[in-house]
């Protein structure tokens, strides 16, 4: 029997037309709850409020992206993290690895959406989860040095830049004592102001993302990837990679962000609520303003740093990588290889620890142990690349 084609695609379509992807606006929880509210309310007015709510939301996503568009005399950045990818990448993994280490990609976008998306105007930040976790520490050291490397017209007074504000690693403390540090320390004389701005949660679709799709297209043609350079080859073809201990350092922005920065709850607007925070370049310190809306100032600007302490004083170290772990894996890991010339021990422990410790290892926990040097058995690639 011949079937054509044009018959099987005819029946797929009406039979099993799901649609991929879902529009943006169904990601939104405010969206998602107004739409399930909506079909219950039977009242008039409870429709009528319901509807004027969601209508308000949805100009304020709107505004937001009217601060995407261009003015005079602004840079433009907007930075995310990529999904974790996975090492190894096997089309069946489950059946040969149990653990999988992550590996990182924070993204960095110069320009606006409407500028086109090349090497030259998109940075790559990457690392694995041995090197560091994906923390406000990382994301806040990569971000600076985009900052500190990029070069500025002599024209830029404003730079603006536009993240992703779920989860802790873009709106916290840290990126903002960064921020201010850079403005006042490390930033060009003609730059003035920062202002650094989160969309609604759900609304957004920032420059990255397009970056991380297509990223995302590339991977999806390979079955196989067993080492970092089989990431970096395909994130290569989308922007500059800038890969750690190598092109960038991780730097230690926690310990003086608590030393010379006050707690959020106590700063002079509501950290959480706030949808914008403008930086302000003074003589010797830098005033920070939070609006809770993408349109009108009705803050303050003043100084967040705490009393006796100033943002000068701020001197971030240098840290080790291979802080990922956590510390008690550390330690028993150099128990276990003190002087080894095991060739797993040796790599894992040159490239990442310090032989120190001298405690004991508890059978429970070479059990750990064991484990984790399974794991660490098949990152031994990666450690020789750097
Ligand atoms: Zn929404």
């Known amino acids: 029997m011949h079937v054509k084609l044009s018959y099987f695609r005819k029946y797929v379509n009406a039979y099993y037309n799901s649609a991929f992807g879902t529009p943006l606006t169904d990601c939104c929880s405010t969206c998602l709850r107004t739409k399930e509210q909506l079909k219950i309310a039977t009242s008039l007015d409870v429709r009528q409020k319901l509807l004027t709510e969601h209508r308000v939301h949805i100009a304020k996503a709107k505004a937001f992206f009217g601060l995407l568009k261009t003015k005079l005399n602004t840079s433009y950045f907007s930075f995310d993290c990529q999904k974790n990818l996975a090492l190894p990448r096997l089309p069946n993994q489950a059946a040969y690895f149990s653990q999988q280490i992550n590996y990182n990609n924070?993204?960095?976008?110069?320009?606006t959406s409407r500028d086109k998306l090349t090497p030259r105007n998109v940075f790559s930040y990457l690392w694995t989860e041995i090197d560091s976790r994906k923390d406000s520490n990382t994301i806040a050291s990569a971000l600076n040095h985009t900052l500190?490397?990029?070069?500025?017209?002599?024209?830029?007074?404003?730079?603006?830049?536009?993240?992703d504000g779920c989860g802790g690693q873009n709106k916290n403390t840290n990126m903002m004592a960064m921020l201010?540090?850079?403005?006042?320390?490390?930033?060009?004389?003609?730059?003035?102001?920062?202002?650094?701005?989160?969309?609604?949660?759900?609304?957004?679709?920032?420059?990255?993302?397009?970056?991380?799709?297509?990223?995302?297209?590339?991977?999806?043609?390979?079955?196989v990837i067993v080492e970092v350079s089989g990431y970096d080859d395909l994130i290569r073809k989308h922007s500059t990679i800038r890969k750690i201990g190598i092109d960038w350092d991780l730097f230690d922005w926690r310990t003086q962000t608590k030393r010379a920065i006050k707690l959020p709850s106590s700063w002079h607007f509501e950290f959480n609520k706030a949808k914008?925070?403008?930086?302000?370049?003074?003589?010797?310190?830098v005033l920070i303003q939070g609006e809770p809306n993408y349109c009108t100032d009705v803050g303050k600007a003043s100084s967040v740093c705490k009393k006796n302490f100033s943002l000068s004083s701020m001197a971030p170290k240098k840290l080790t990588?291979?802080?990922?772990?956590?510390?008690?894996?550390?330690?028993?890991?150099?128990?276990?290889?003190?002087?080894?010339?095991?060739?797993?021990?040796?790599?894992?422990?040159?490239?990442?620890?310090?032989?120190?410790?001298?405690?004991?290892?508890?059978?429970?926990?070479k059990k750990t142990l064991m484990r984790t040097v399974a794991k660490m058995s098949r990152m031994i690639p990666f450690f020789c690349e750097h």
């Open 106 to 111: 924070f993204t960095v976008v110069a320009g």
């Open 148 to 163: 500190k490397s990029f070069d500025f017209d002599p024209s830029i007074e404003t730079v603006r830049l536009f993240a």
């Open 180 to 223: 201010a540090y850079w403005l006042l320390e490390e930033s060009p004389k003609h730059i003035r102001q920062i202002e650094l701005i989160f969309p609604i949660v759900g609304h957004s679709f920032i420059p990255p993302d397009r970056v991380f799709g297509l990223i995302e297209k590339d991977i999806k043609k390979i079955s």
């Open 276 to 285: 914008r925070f403008i930086f302000y370049k003074k003589e010797k310190n």
């Open 321 to 365: 990588l291979g802080k990922g772990l956590r510390g008690g894996i550390k330690a028993l890991l150099t128990t276990f290889f003190p002087n080894t010339t095991e060739k797993i021990g040796e790599v894992f422990l040159n490239y990442t620890f310090t032989k120190s410790s001298s405690k004991k290892v508890m059978p429970h926990q």
